[in-house]
């Protein structure tokens, strides 16, 4: 097996220049995801979302994108959750996406900010029911004994009511609005093409290429 020192590969697919990006940053990333999307990519649409409670440990996993839009990117989770939990302490946060196949990768930072109830319980109905079962089941992130004391509660609330499931209170979306993006286009030799969107003064974005 090759070893970790040795695993590399080149990255020749695209290249980006300034003039090819789009001015406004929602539509860059809508011609990026749309691309992913197009190219049936496997989970063309899960971000890694980096938070950090009080303490300023950073943390870091896996959701999917369920809205986006001229201002915003929306993702669903319990507020009960280590993440909710470190957003209510902090409400700032990083997205990041990558798709390996375009060699490209995006990083979004930006504010917090919790979807409404009627929002939350709009997309939440709108899951297959044992998604709505699960959820509904689950205290995200904290401890249980065991498989089977999971399995006890979603059968007891199918057992209550096979047909529906109410959203629990602490289940919801949060909406994050960007104040920076970064686009990464993989290069050959590691000479990758990298630029920021940032906004000035005036609320304008304001594109600089960065070094790889
Ligand atoms: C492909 C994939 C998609 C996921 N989508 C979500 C999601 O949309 N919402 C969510 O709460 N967790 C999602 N998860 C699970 C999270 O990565 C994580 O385990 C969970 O949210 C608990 O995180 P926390 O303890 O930091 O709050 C997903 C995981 C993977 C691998």
Redesign the pocket.
């Known amino acids: 097996m090759t070893t970790l020192a040795d695993t590399r590969r080149e990255y020749e697919h695209d290249s980006l220049s300034k003039n090819q990006l789009n001015e406004n940053p929602f539509t860059q990333m809508q011609q990026w995801l749309e691309q992913a999307q197009k190219a049936n990519l496997k989970?063309a649409t899960?971000m890694t979302?980096a938070?950090a409670g009080k303490d300023g440990m950073p943390?870091?996993?896996?959701?999917?994108l369920?809205q986006f839009d001229e201002s915003s990117f929306c993702?669903?989770?319990?507020y009960a959750?280590?993440?909710?939990?470190?957003i209510s302490e902090n409400p700032q946060a990083c997205l990041l996406f990558y798709w390996r196949e375009f060699e490209q990768q995006v990083r979004i930072q930006g504010k917090v900010e919790k979807l409404s109830a009627e929002e939350a319980d709009e997309y939440f109905h709108s899951r297959p029911l044992g998604s709505q079962f699960s959820a509904a089941a689950s205290q995200?992130?904290h401890p249980i004994s065991s498989r089977k004391a999971l399995q006890d509660r979603v059968d007891q609330l199918i057992q209550d009511n096979p047909d529906a499931v109410s959203k629990p209170d602490d289940w919801g979306g949060y909406r994050l609005t960007p104040v920076t993006f970064e686009f990464w286009q993989g290069r050959a030799s590691r000479l990758h093409d990298r630029f920021t969107y940032t906004l000035d003064e005036a609320g304008k974005w304001v594109i600089t290429r960065l070094q790889p």
Do not use: C, F
């Open positions: 989970d899960v979302l938070t943390d870091a996993r896996i959701v999917m369920k993702w669903y989770n319990s959750s280590r993440k909710g939990q470190q995200q992130s």
